[in-house]
């Protein structure tokens, strides 16, 4: 029988995404709390784009928005917050908060290093780009490695492709 293998990958998807954004934008357009505040909420690319007239309302605004994210079943680790906070720019608050996408090396090195440890010793691992693709004789093996990996606390969100 062939190896069988998958990819490990940090990707979301750009749909449930944007209907997100939209979803928050109509609700914070009709929300009693947010009338006259200026609030808004967009996607400008691989960028969310909040604003309003008060740091708590900007803070509200992406409340709303990471609301939205898990009900559409996005990772809210895909959102890279900026720890400073909604920066002033003129009257209104504005916080721009960009997508985070793909693993970058010292991630990569870290679940190499959980897989090597932790996980069953048949299942060999390889960095391509910005994705680790795992192989095992065992199908059992790499359902252990995924389960491992959501269970462990780390600083992307991971998902599964090309499982073959």
Same mark, same amino acid.
């Given at each position: ?67 939205? =994210? ?5 990772? #809210? @680790?895909?959102? %890279?917050?900026?720890? &400073? ?5 003129? !009257? ?49 093996? =790499? ?5 491992? #990996? @959501?269970?462990? %606390?780390?600083?992307? &969100? ?5 499982? !073959?």
């Amino acid at each position: 029988m062939a190896d069988a293998s998958m990819d490990i990958v940090s990707k979301f998807d750009k749909q449930e995404v944007a209907n997100a954004v939209n979803t928050a934008a109509k609700e914070i357009a009709n929300r009693y709390d947010f009338k006259g505040v200026g609030a808004s909420v967009e996607l400008v690319g691989e960028v969310v784009k909040m604003q309003a007239n008060s740091e708590e309302r900007c803070k509200a605004v992406l409340d709303v928005l990471q609301t939205w =994210l898990i009900k559409r079943g996005v990772s #809210l @680790k895909h959102l %890279d917050v900026p720890e &400073a906070g909604p920066r002033l720019s003129g !009257k209104e608050y504005k916080l721009d908060v960009p997508l985070k996408e793909g693993i970058s090396q010292e991630n990569a090195k870290k679940i190499n290093k959980l897989i090597r440890d932790e996980g069953p010793k048949s299942v060999k691992t390889q960095v391509q780009g910005d994705a680790i693709r795992a192989t095992s004789k065992s199908r059992d093996d =790499l359902q252990a490695v995924q389960r491992l #990996l @959501k269970e462990s %606390d780390l600083d992307i &969100a991971v998902s599964f492709t090309n499982y !073959k």
